[in-house]
Each structure stands twice: as C-alpha cells, then as structure tokens.
Nanobody, 126 residues
C-alpha cells in the first residue's frame, strides 16, 4: 500500500521555526517526485517546494518562502522534511506532502500529483 504519513504541524509564534516530516511506505522516494503543497483558507493550493525524481538535490521553492524554508530528504528512510524558519502569519495553511511517479517531475499544478499525505495544520500567530 502506498501511503504518505505526515507529522510535525502545530501552532507557533511569528519568527519561530517548525519542521514537517513525511514518511512514505509502499514505494521509494528516490523514484518519485516529492514535495509540499499548502492551502490557506479561501485560497488555492500552491506548491511550496519539491524535488524531481532521482537523486539530484536541486529543489524548487515558492518565491515567498525562498531563504526561509528548506526541503530535504532521507532516501534510506523514505522520509522528506520541510524545515520552516522565520515563520510569518501568511504561512498559516494546511500543508500537504505530495509524491508522483515513478520517474516524474515537480508539477506546478496540484492536479498532476498522484499521492497525497493527510495534511497537517501550521498556524503562525503574530
């Protein structure tokens, strides 16, 4: 069974940090594009960060999170992380771990990602 199970969400103050984790089962991350989307209330889902499939380390980032968020992966444990620093109230959203493949790319559209985690709430208070 292919699953993405998330953890690490919560409530933090502006300026603080939080790390999200996503553990995959049933497939290997190295063969799949992997990443994170988020959806704030009343807004469409937007791509936060992602890797293409394969072992490359070049990541895509949403412009508003560049320099603050870092995506990383542990292929041996099929786990992807999103380290979020200097959080702002506008980062408040439900964050989703996503994967597509095998052998896919970082799609801009949420409609093109096949596998989704359950979502986790990140709330940043001012």
């Amino acid at each position: 069974e292919m699953q993405l199970v998330q953890s690490g969400g919560g409530l933090v103050q502006a300026g603080e940090s939080l790390t999200l984790s996503c553990a995959a089962s049933g497939f290997s991350f190295v063969e799949f594009a992997i990443g994170w989307f988020r959806q704030a209330p009343g807004k469409e889902r937007e791509r936060v960060s992602c890797f293409n499939s394969g072992d490359g380390d070049n990541a895509n980032y949403l412009n508003s999170v560049k320099g603050r968020f870092t995506i990383s992966r542990d292929n041996a444990n099929n786990t992807v992380y999103l380290q979020m620093n200097s959080l702002k109230p506008e980062d408040t959203a439900v964050y989703y771990c996503v994967a597509d493949g095998p052998w896919s790319t970082c799609h801009y559209s949420d409609r093109l990602w096949e596998y989704w985690g359950q979502g986790t709430q990140v709330t940043v208070s001012s």
